[in-house]
C-alpha cells in the first residue's frame, strides 16, 4: 500500500469514528430530553386527576414549567 493509500483509509476511518460519536451524543440527548418530557406528563396528568378527583373547581393546575419548550 501507498502513503496516499494508507492516509485516505485512516481519514475515512476517522470520519466514521466521528459520525458514530455525533450520533451517540444526539441521541443521548435526545433520549433526555424525552425522559424529562415523559416525568413532567406524569407529574401534570398526576395533578390533573387528582384535581379532578378531590371535586376541586376550575381551573385546573397549570402545566409543569418546561413542559412545552
Known sequence: ???AVVIAVLAFVGVLGSA???GGITLSIALA???????LLW????QLVDHIYHGSPPPPP????????
Open 43 to 46: 407529574l401534570w396528568n398526576r
Open 33 to 39: 430530553r424525552w425522559h424529562r418530557d415523559n416525568r
Open 1 to 3: 500500500m501507498t502513503d
Open 20 to 22: 458514530f460519536i455525533a
Open 62 to 69: 397549570p402545566a409543569p414549567p418546561g413542559l412545552f419548550e
